[in-house]
Structure formats: structure tokens, C-alpha cells
Nanobody, 134 residues
């Protein structure tokens, strides 16, 4: 079973930047993508970005397009590190941020954000808190 560990959260001022890291272990070809989503009590879960395991194609929610960027290192065996670079942060970006994945065919990667918003992906980490405040 894949395991995901997020890190990099913290307190940042409005307009600042932060880079989150997700380390996925036992991330095999059975999984089609890794995504980032965030949660707040007020807004619930919001899918932000995904990156396809097989092609590296990236997908973004409209709300973060142009401000957030998902990327990855070359996988080492079954360890995959994925990043979420967040720029021009706003107070409304305050949330707990999670990385997530699930098993399935590669063709599902382009539905990754919608899946995160609807049912959620099958596996996610413990999350990392991002607070944007002056």
C-alpha cells in the first residue's frame, strides 16, 4: 500500500510563497497520479493540482492556475517526490494541504481534480497546515 507524507507547511505573509513536499513510498505503476487538495471547515475539500504518473502532465483547478505549480522529481524505485509551489498566497489559501493518490488506469489522470472534489482519492497523507496571515 502506498504511503504519503506531506511537509513544508507553515505561517507565511500574504503575497508570500511556500513550497510543499509530498513523499510517496511504494508508489507503483498501479497508481495513475498524485494530487494535492486542501480542506477547511468552511469550504470543505478542494482539489488543487494533479500530476500524471505516466506522462507528468499537470492539471490545475481554475482557482489556483497561475499561482500554484505541481512538479515532481524523477522517481527512485517506488519512491516519488511531488511538490506544490504556491506563490502570491492569500489569506483564503489558509488550509490543511494533503497529497493523495489512488489506483487506476493512466487515463484517469485528467479526471484527478474532479475526483478529488467529488469522492476524493483513495489514499492521502496526514496533511500539512498552511496559514497565510499578516
Amino acid at each position: 500500500q502506498v504511503q504519503l507524507v506531506e511537509s513544508g507547511g507553515g505561517l507565511v505573509q500574504p503575497g508570500g510563497s511556500l513550497k510543499l513536499t509530498c513523499v510517496a513510498t511504494r508508489f507503483t505503476s498501479a497508481y495513475y497520479a498524485i494530487g494535492w487538495f486542501r480542506e477547511t471547515p468552511e469550504k470543505g475539500r478542494e482539489g488543487l493540482a494533479c500530476i500524471s504518473r505516466s506522462t507528468g502532465t499537470t492539471y490545475y483547478a481554475d482557482s489556483v492556475k497561475g499561482r500554484f505549480a505541481i512538479s515532481r522529481d524523477n522517481a527512485k524505485n517506488t519512491v516519488q517526490t511531488v511538490y506544490l509551489q504556491m506563490n502570491n498566497l492569500k489569506p483564503e489559501d489558509t488550509a490543511v494541504y494533503y497529497c493523495a493518490t489512488e489506483r487506476g488506469p493512466d487515463s484517469l489522470a485528467n479526471e484527478c481534480i474532479a475526483t478529488m472534489n467529488d469522492d476524493g482519492l483513495d489514499t492521502w497523507g496526514k496533511g500539512t497546515l498552511v496559514t497565510v496571515s499578516a
